[in-house]
């Protein structure tokens, strides 16, 4: 539920890896704490430590705790009631895809990014080269070198080139 459609493919690639360590006899534990006498019960040759991550949520950006925000991973589990007026701030890849996500359902969404471009970070060459082109959706704009300052019920205040201006949304 939380993959973008166009990354489905990548399911199959899954099923191998899940094959193969089956295969390999290799062990995965998941929703474990990590202490030492548990590791070391494994009595394993090499223990990976794969956390995942937890979206950021700037203190510096007035109003992320209201009812109306969402993390992507609540949108794109569903979890999230959304109007036709998205706003995404960052322009990550995970931002990127939930931006096209949300346009192929209609919506129309502006990505707001602090950086000079969208997707910053390195990518794989393919996979910028496909998403910049999933991002030439008419339904997405994007606004670079713009600082979101705030969160309002209706608004998102950005801040660009020091000017204050105000990107609706519902």
């Known amino acids: 539920a939380c993959m973008p459609p166009f990354k489905r493919d990548g399911m199959k690639i899954l099923d191998y890896y899940r094959t193969k360590l089956d295969r390999l006899n290799i062990r995965i534990s998941y929703c474990k704490e990590a202490t030492e006498e548990g590791i070391l019960s494994y009595n394993a040759d090499l223990v990976v430590h794969a956390t995942g991550s937890t979206p950021l949520m700037p203190k510096a950006i007035k109003g992320l705790n209201q009812n109306h925000v969402f993390t992507a991973t609540d949108v794109r589990q569903n979890k999230a009631l959304l109007g036709q007026q998205i706003t995404i701030i960052g322009g990550g890849l995970v931002a990127c895809e939930t931006a096209v996500v949300l346009a192929n359902k209609g919506k129309q969404v502006t990505i707001i990014e602090m950086a000079e471009k969208i997707l910053p970070e390195p990518l794989f060459i393919q996979n910028a080269m496909m998403l910049n082109r999933m991002l030439q959706h008419p339904n997405i704009t994007t606004k670079t070198s713009a600082k979101v300052t ?21």
């Open 150 to 170: 705030e969160v309002m019920e209706d608004k998102v205040v950005i801040e660009e080139d020091g000017h204050k201006e105000w990107i609706e949304c519902d």
